[in-house]
């Protein structure tokens, strides 16, 4: 295939594959806890970080990472201490993390919009070698503790009370989440972008439970949609010359509302059989439960 001829095509497909894995696994737990556009706040907050790596002559991404996990825990106790004032606080971390980021590039040597630019919205030319090693490394690490540690992220996510009264750290595993959440975004930025990440973190789960009801399928084919749009997206951004970000979001939502369209008449025959089970007194049909990833 003539796409593959190509060294930075090769690195920006890996990266694509990368990308799709580790959003929607991450994504999924976010979904459940009602955080859907947490890391949308994290790609503003980690503009700062690239910045502060043209800055200082150093690696955007590993340098983004850093600024991500420490903006991703700062996020999490405002969560937990910022009551009332909270959403004050974020707002002003979200939108002071994207003034810092613009005003590094700026001040940087050889600063530019074209920099800016790629990093807001992906690019396929500028995935270099280096980042393909920090990407590969930072995806595994997310994997790890999706897959790993994914029966005590998921009863987290769904009753913290719950989690906390079994006896799970739930704070620590909180904070867990949110780090990798961090880490997934400067995974993402090089291929999809920091403003538009957030979407591949959420559509594909979006997508996948109108298709499911159970966590375990809900997971696989979040990931399966995300990996198949990188690489669609990918591939397309290469023959139309067009943004692979944008192309990729764009496929996204595409699927969903493909999915959404197929799924209808399913669940409109599951609401009738629910309905005539009920009317039977049929308990076993009477406890499906009514959200699509309510089960382990």
Excluded at 231 to 245: E, F, L
């Amino acid at each position: 295939m003539e796409i593959l001829e190509y060294a930075f095509m090769q690195r920006a497909l890996l990266a694509a594959v990368l990308v799709g894995i580790t959003a929607p696994a991450v994504g999924i737990y976010l979904v459940q806890r009602r955080q859907a556009l947490m890391g949308d706040g994290i790609g503003h907050v980690a503009m700062t970080g690239v910045g502060l790596g043209f800055l200082l002559s150093a690696s955007p991404v590993w340098m983004a990472t850093a600024v991500a996990i420490v903006g991703a825990v700062v996020m999490e106790l405002i969560r937990w201490y910022g009551k009332t004032r909270g959403d004050i606080a974020l707002a002003m971390l979200f939108y002071g993390g994207m003034a810092g980021g613009v005003m590094f590039i700026n001040l940087a040597p050889g600063g530019s919009n074209a920099n800016l630019q790629s990093y807001l919205f992906g690019s396929l030319s500028t995935v270099s070698e280096e980042d393909v090693t920090a990407i590969c490394l930072l995806a595994a690490f997310v994997v790890l503790v999706t897959v790993g540690l994914r029966r005590q992220l998921f009863a987290v996510s769904q009753d913290e009370e719950f989690a906390r009264v079994t006896g799970l750290p739930v704070r620590a595993l909180n904070l867990l989440t949110a780090v990798t959440a961090a880490i997934t975004v400067t995974v993402a930025m090089r291929v999809v972008g920091l403003l538009l990440v957030s979407a591949l973190m959420v559509v594909p789960v979006a997508a996948a439970q109108q298709l499911t009801r159970s966590f375990a399928a809900t997971f696989a084919i979040s990931v399966a949609i995300g990996v198949a749009v990188t690489i669609g997206g990918t591939a397309t951004s290469y023959y139309q010359d067009v943004p692979p970000g944008a192309t990729i979001v764009l496929l996204t939502i595409g699927v969903f509302i493909a999915l959404t369209v197929l799924a209808t008449p399913l669940a409109r025959r599951r609401a009738r059989a629910k309905a005539a089970a009920e009317s039977a007194g049929d308990p076993a049909e009477c406890s499906v439960p009514a959200q699509p990833v309510a089960r382990t």
